[in-house]
């Protein structure tokens, strides 16, 4: 991961799940069947030049696998859009 995550991820919520999301088949692959759904959420980043900025954020998750594949979705210039 190029960035890291500092603090809670704020106003989370589930964009899709289950077949719903395209990357199904590879997620079930590399990490095994679960109740997969794609997530998104605001939270502090620190990259990997040392700089913090608030993004949107998106990334996989299953119980009882966990959160994956975080990506930076955008930046947001005062925490929200």
Not at 59 to 76: D, M, P, Q, V
């Amino acid at each position: 991961m190029y960035f890291e995550i500092i603090g809670a991820i704020k106003n989370s919520k589930t964009i899709a799940i289950g077949s719903k999301i395209r990357e199904l088949p590879r997620l079930k692959k590399a990490y095994g069947p679960g109740r997969w759904r794609k997530r998104k959420g605001i939270a502090q980043i620190r990259l990997v030049d040392g700089s913090i900025v608030s993004a949107e954020i998106h990334w996989y998750e299953a119980s009882g696998i966990g959160r994956k594949e975080f990506k930076i979705k955008r930046y947001l210039e005062n925490g929200y859009d």
